[in-house]
């Protein structure tokens, strides 16, 4: 098995080969990672495999390890003799470079090469960030050619950047003259936020991802008439830059197990899956498809049913749930400083978090699989714990040593999901129904998923709601933009907080994504960096070799 010597990375081609892709499929991007052409799996021909979702708990800065657990899971599961393939998100350089760091999984569980991923990567992130701004700036060539119809106060098309910077978040464009533009207030998104990082993900070929480029709402005219992205004539030219980007990539993991990573995170201000055709990719190729959705199941795994499956007609096999034991002793009340002392007690008090995203997942009626993401300083006490609670609730449990064994750490895991995932299949299961009052979806949405004993839509967005109904976007499905912190929409309620309000402020039309967003308490779809940023901490030496960056 021939290695790249620079990565310990077996070539791309034979990573392919696992999967009966032929290196024709490929448009390689060195050694270790690969473009695949969307017609690769039909080509293949197998019938599709077993699509399981991984999910977590409420986060917290103990640590969950959602993306680890699921790299370490697919490992398991090859372990075992099964033929499995991963499908995940791209990291966000704005999380790398600040709060989070890497993304790609950690000790014996990434994929690679982590380094590369976790920068440009195949240019992805660049494609979906020019087509975007490209859109922003033939707008603002219009106002200033004196576009009679363009209103520029009610431009709703921001820019986007791959980089957390807060500073932008709130902007005026166009000063120094009437040769710069017209002046008017604008803002910057992270580029994972961008609608068109959605439209990509939802896609499922050329053909449909420009048309829902053609489907954007930019704005309104001074007459109050929607103006859409087809009406700017500049959507062929973004489907040009996005020509290569809507191709999974193909890259391993430290097994050498095939991963599809593809498409954007951050399921608290965007959707938060990985690419459709990715998926499908990987179901078409592999016997078991591991993917994830973004942060706990109150946000990441709810839009994976609400938003990708109802899209894209995908229903998974079975769900599992991450948890360690540090962030239930967080739940618990525990300070992080003191997560690594052992506290039954506090793992007791912190299940109630656990408890809150099992109820959510046993909603859409899947069978549920707890995995443990193990810790060096997690004790047999504090184990015990969770798996009597998984025990006596009839939910299957396995602790896993995913970072520090692999896939060797995985083996009980894997064979518990193949066990989950070999229950007769059940029909997608939603929330809410399309034609719900969008009032109604949303009131649904906090009320199953997070617990909440009522909604609050304030003034501006219960207008902009009137505005997507008379537009006919009422029966769009809807993307809750809530924090990651809690279940509640204030990040300061840890565990499983009760008779809370969520509080919904604005709406946003994302016509060509298909679905409502719904922007709640006080969150920002820019973030900042803290006041030390993961920035701080990486570098590259004279041969190359970067450090500190996962």
Not at 32 to 54: N, Q, T
Not at 210 to 238: C, F, N, Q, W
Not at 312 to 324: C, H, K, Q, S
Request: proline share 5%; with cysteine.
């Amino acid at each position: 098995m021939a290695r790249n010597v620079e990565h310990g990375l077996r070539p791309i081609g034979d990573v392919a080969r696992d999967l009966d892709l032929s290196e024709s499929f490929l448009e390689p991007y060195g050694r270790d990672k690969a473009k695949v052409r969307l017609e690769a799996a039909a080509a293949v021909g197998r019938k599709p495999g077993k699509l399981i979702l991984v999910s977590a708990i409420t986060p917290t800065p103990a640590g969950e390890g959602k993306t680890t657990t699921s790299i370490g899971l697919a490992q398991g599961l090859r372990r075992i003799g099964k033929r499995v393939a991963l499908a995940l998100r791209q990291p966000s350089m704005g999380p790398v470079f600040g709060r989070k760091g890497g993304a790609t999984g950690g000790g014996a569980s990434r994929v690679e090469p982590s380094n590369t991923i976790n920068l440009q990567f195949t240019g992805d992130f660049h494609a979906i960030t020019a087509a975007h701004n490209l859109l922003a700036a033939a707008i603002d060539n219009r106002i200033h050619f004196r576009d009679t119809e363009i209103d520029p106060t009610k431009v709703m098309w921001k820019r986007v950047l791959d980089m957390n910077d807060r500073a932008l978040r709130q902007i005026v464009l166009g000063l120094g003259g009437r040769a710069q533009g017209i002046p008017r207030e604008s803002g910057f998104d992270i580029t994972a936020a961008s609608e068109v990082m959605a439209i990509l993900c939802l896609a499922d070929s050329r053909e449909d991802l420009r048309r829902r480029l053609d489907r954007i709402l930019i704005g309104y005219t001074k007459g109050g008439e929607p103006i859409h992205a087809k009406d700017l004539r500049v959507v062929g030219s973004m489907a040009a830059i996005l020509n290569e980007a809507i191709l999974p990539n193909l890259v391993q993991s430290t097994e050498s197990v095939p991963a599809f990573v593809h498409g954007g995170p951050f399921a608290n201000i965007a959707h938060g899956c990985n690419s459709v055709v990715a998926t499908k990719m990987a179901l078409g190729l592999a016997d078991y498809a591991v993917t994830e959705a973004g942060f706990a199941f109150d946000l990441g795994g709810e839009k994976f049913f609400d938003l990708k499956c109802r899209t894209a007609g995908l229903n998974p096999a079975a769900v599992v749930i991450v948890a360690t034991i540090r962030a239930l002793k967080m739940h618990g009340g525990v300070a992080l400083a003191s997560t690594s002392e052992p506290n039954p007690e506090a793992v007791e008090r912190g299940l109630v978090n656990l408890a809150a995203h099992l109820d959510s997942a046993s909603f859409f009626g899947k069978p549920i699989v707890v995995a443990i993401n193990q810790f060096g300083t997690d004790t047999a006490d504090e184990l015990a714990v969770v798996h009597a609670y998984c025990h006596d609730r009839g939910v299957a449990c396995a602790t896993a040593n995913i970072f520090g064994e692999g896939g060797g750490g995985a083996i009980e895991l894997a064979e518990k999901v193949v066990a989950a995932a070999s229950a007769p299949e059940v029909p997608l299961k939603s929330v809410y129904e399309l034609d719900w009052p969008a009032e109604k979806k949303i009131e649904e949405i906090s009320r199953v998923m997070y617990g909440a004993a009522g909604v609050s839509i304030q003034q501006m967005a219960e207008s902009k709601l009137k505005k997507a109904q008379k537009l006919g976007y009422g029966n769009l499905p809807i993307c809750m933009a809530k924090t990651q912190d809690s279940l509640s929409d204030n990040p300061k309620l840890r565990g499983r907080p009760k008779g809370f309000t969520v509080h919904v402020r604005d709406i946003e039309i994302a016509a060509g994504a298909g679905f409502l967003v719904a922007l709640t308490g006080e969150l920002v779809r820019m973030p900042g960096l803290p006041e030390r940023p993961a920035a701080e901490r990486i570098d590259v030496d004279a041969e190359g070799r970067i450090t500190g960056l996962s």
